[in-house]
């Protein structure tokens, strides 16, 4: 089995910074994206950012670019998400994945394959 884990989320003013760590552990996978998902309160959860390793291309929701950044380490099985610029839209649980298969895009829930249980991220007006 996968497991994931995300940790840093937290409490943050608008405007503030956070970021998010996720570590992928247990038996050996082939790892071809690994993404961010967020879902707020009374909405669907939706995608936010993705990295291909294969072909190191990075995938950005349009609500979060050019304020988030994506990076990751292969061998590490690690992935993080620097936030900048936060604002009171962005508050969700922040979910990472990982898909085993190789897509044109990773923008797609439905695409990965195993998930890890959330973290919340809070930013306050």
């Known amino acids: 089995q996968v497991q994931l884990v995300e940790s840093g989320g937290g409490l943050v003013q608008a405007g503030g910074s956070l970021r998010l760590s996720c570590a992928a552990s247990g038996r050996t996978f082939s790892r071809y994206a690994m993404g961010w998902f967020r879902q707020a309160p009374g909405k669907e959860r939706e995608f936010v950012a993705a990295?291909?390793?294969?072909?190191?291309?990075?995938y950005y929701a349009d609500s979060v670019k050019g304020r988030f950044t994506i990076s990751g380490d292969y061998a590490k099985n690690t992935m993080s998400l620097q936030m900048n610029s936060l604002n009171p839209d962005d508050t969700a649980v922040y979910y990472c994945?990982?898909?085993?298969?190789?897509?044109?895009?990773?923008?797609?829930?439905?695409?990965?394959?195993?998930w890890g249980q959330g973290t919340q991220v809070t930013v306050s007006s």
């Open positions: 994945a990982v898909t085993e298969k190789y897509y044109s895009d990773y923008t797609t829930q439905a695409k990965y394959d195993y």
């Open positions: 990295i291909n390793w294969r072909g190191g291309s990075r």
